[in-house]
């Protein structure tokens, strides 16, 4: 059975940090690629960044100089912190698993960031 267990949401000021994890189970980790999506209230779910299995990283605009995805095979987890955050960062966070057409998904993590 795949799992993926996202956790370390929470509420935050801007200009706050916060450290997203994603724990998955029931497959080979070190071959997929990890992403990070977030899905603001009302609005489509998008993609944030991304980790390749050879750790080549990719980011959205929006989130360039502030967030860093990190990955570590040997505890089947990867990471998202984020720095500066700001009020329009504000959305449930999703970890997603893909290898070819293989996709799996997490359950989410809220993140708000508001005084």
């Known amino acids: 059975q795949v799992q993926l267990v996202e956790s370390g949401g929470a509420l935050v000021q801007p200009g706050g940090s916060l450290r997203l994890s994603c724990e998955a189970s029931?497959?080979?980790?070190?071959?997929?690629?990890m992403n990070w999506y977030r899905q603001a209230p009302g609005k489509q779910r998008d993609l944030v960044t991304t980790?390749?299995?050879?750790?080549?990283?990719n980011y959205a605009d929006s989130v360039k100089g502030r967030f860093t995805i990190s990955r570590d095979n040997a505890k089947n987890t990867v990471y998202l912190q984020m720095n500066g955050l700001k009020p329009e960062d504000t959305a449930v966070y999703y970890c997603?698993?893909?290898?070819?057409?293989?996709?799996?998904w997490g359950q989410g993590t809220q993140v708000t960031v508001s005084s």
């Open positions: 997603n698993a893909r290898f070819s057409a293989v996709d799996y």
């Open positions: 029931g497959i080979t980790f070190k071959i997929y690629t």
């Open positions: 980790i390749t299995s050879g750790s080549s990283t």
